[in-house]
């Protein structure tokens, strides 16, 4: 595998006056961004509110309740502390398993396959929006960003194939254009973005990576992001971005 240079957060200072959420924060992409945010952030892990099925309180995309649960006991957390939430990164992301694998032909197409892929990668995402943007401040910069990826780009969908995972991650891509529409009207200087973090190495992309493909370790990838999210600015909002900060077509 080969990986290429990370590169250092050139200004965290922007959120680190305030508390940094990951959703997702257990899996190997979320733990690389709980860490580096921790290793940045003032006061350590203190400003790093980490959420997931496993944590107190417990964060299930497939339960709204709980997802409007975790969202009150963040913004306690913020209340208690007297930090905004600056940055919100839902790490959450659902390829395989159960049984299913990305589709190589329409004629591998399953209505429950799709049902759950859009569930975790589209709905489950949206509902986060819903009970995390209101969170953020409206004076200030803040960031609520979640991960997309490239392949749910219709404009650069050459190869086929992956039906389930692509039309889930597209229509990701259009809840995180039309929540930053909504979000720019109250809060300015925020953002909503989706992020193509590439191909990192962890559960979820190991079966599919291939010799001549750049593999990052999530350590490295989440260097990347913090990178890219730390130079955005109100003008991005609404946007697919890559881990090198290019812009990339819906």
């Keep these: ?15 680190t006056d305030g508390l940094a959420v990951v959703i997702g924060a257990s899996g190997g992409l979320g733990t690389g961004l709980s860490d580096a945010l921790a290793a940045l952030a003032p006061q350590g892990r203190d400003q790093v509110l980490c959420l997931g099925r496993r944590s107190d309180p417990a964060l299930d995309l497939l339960d709204e309740v709980s997802i409007a649960q975790a969202a009150q006991w963040v913004r306690g957390q913020s209340e208690a502390t007297g930090r905004s939430v600056r940055l919100v990164i839902d790490a959450t992301g659902w390829l395989h398993g159960q049984g299913w694998s990305p589709e190589k032909t329409w004629r591998q197409l399953d209505a429950a396959h799709m049902a759950h892929a859009f ?38 969908n050459q190869l086929g194939g992956w039906y389930s995972y692509r039309a889930a991650k597209a229509a990701l891509n259009q809840l995180v254009r039309t929540s930053a529409i909504e979000l720019a009207r109250t809060h300015p200087q925020a953002v909503c973005v989706a992020l193509h973090p590439g191909t990192v190495d962890t559960g979820l992309s190991a079966p599919f990576a291939r010799s001549g493909l750049t593999v990052r370790a999530p350590a490295q990838a989440a260097a990347l992001l913090l990178a890219v999210l730390a130079s955005l600015d109100a003008r991005r909002t609404g946007t697919l971005i890559d881990p090198l900060g290019q812009t990339l077509p819906w």
């Design 1 to 15: 595998m080969s990986a290429a240079p990370s590169r250092a957060v050139e200004d965290p200072g922007w959120w």
């Design 119 to 156: 569930a975790v990668n589209a709905i489950g995402p949206a509902l986060l929006m819903k009970h995390f943007l209101p969170l953020l401040p409206r004076q200030g910069r803040a960031a609520f960003a979640t991960l997309s990826a490239k392949v749910g780009s219709i404009g650069d």
